[in-house]
């Protein structure tokens, strides 16, 4: 039986190559690249969502299909806004496991919300088109990716 030594000589290398920021290089590389804001993401689903369901009432004829896809939007948008403002609360703040801890309890209200106003869409509104809403729930969620394109431009320091 052949046993094999770790290679540490090959582990020293690769921790050496690592520097850690000072503050200064820390403060420029977040000036460089800043945050997006949940609330922009929550904004522009608000716009998009209101967008997709006026398309899918003026396409089809029907308001029940606009407003079928508008329960859809509302589905992502309301569970969205309240992670938000969990995310951004001042629990979340206190410190990394405070916020790790924000992170997922909100993302847990987030899923119940949004299964919670799926079905009571399917109670509310009658003659509910499921291919609408389910349009306007795709749709809605694809902000996050177009979020990330308009992100904020760096300020000139």
């Given at each position: 039986?052949?046993?094999?030594?770790?290679?540490?000589?090959?582990?020293?290398?690769?921790?050496?190559?690592?520097?850690?920021?000072?503050?200064?290089?820390?403060?420029?590389?977040?000036?460089?690249?800043?945050?997006?804001?949940?609330?922009?993401?929550?904004?522009?689903?608000?716009?998009?969502?209101?967008?997709?369901?006026?398309?899918?009432?003026?396409?089809?004829?029907?308001?029940?299909?606009?407003?079928?896809?508008?329960?859809?939007?509302?589905?992502v948008i309301i569970p969205a806004a309240l992670f938000a403002r969990g995310v951004t609360g001042k629990f979340a703040s206190v410190n990394a496991g405070s916020a790790v801890m924000s992170f997922f309890l909100w993302e847990l209200v987030?899923?119940?919300?949004?299964?919670?106003?799926?079905?009571?869409?399917?109670?509310?509104?009658?003659?509910?088109?499921?291919?609408?809403?389910?349009?306007?729930?795709?749709?809605?969620?694809?902000?996050?990716?177009?979020?990330?394109?308009?992100?904020?431009?760096?300020?000139?320091?």
């Amino acid at each position: 039986m052949v046993t094999i030594a770790p290679d540490t000589k090959a582990e020293e290398d690769e921790v050496s190559d690592f520097t850690p920021l000072t503050a200064a290089e820390a403060r420029a590389l977040r000036e460089k690249n800043p945050s997006i804001s949940p609330w922009w993401v929550v904004a522009g689903q608000l716009a998009v969502g209101v967008l997709v369901a006026l398309i899918a009432w003026a396409v089809t004829g029907s308001q029940t299909v606009g407003l079928s896809a508008a329960c859809g939007a509302l589905a992502v948008i309301i569970p969205a806004a309240l992670f938000a403002r969990g995310v951004t609360g001042k629990f979340a703040s206190v410190n990394a496991g405070s916020a790790v801890m924000s992170f997922f309890l909100w993302e847990l209200v987030k899923i119940l919300v949004t299964v919670g106003i799926l079905l009571a869409a399917q109670r509310l509104v009658i003659g509910l088109s499921w291919p609408a809403m389910l349009v306007g729930l795709v749709v809605t969620v694809k902000v996050y990716w177009v979020a990330l394109a308009f992100k904020r431009k760096p300020r000139p320091v």
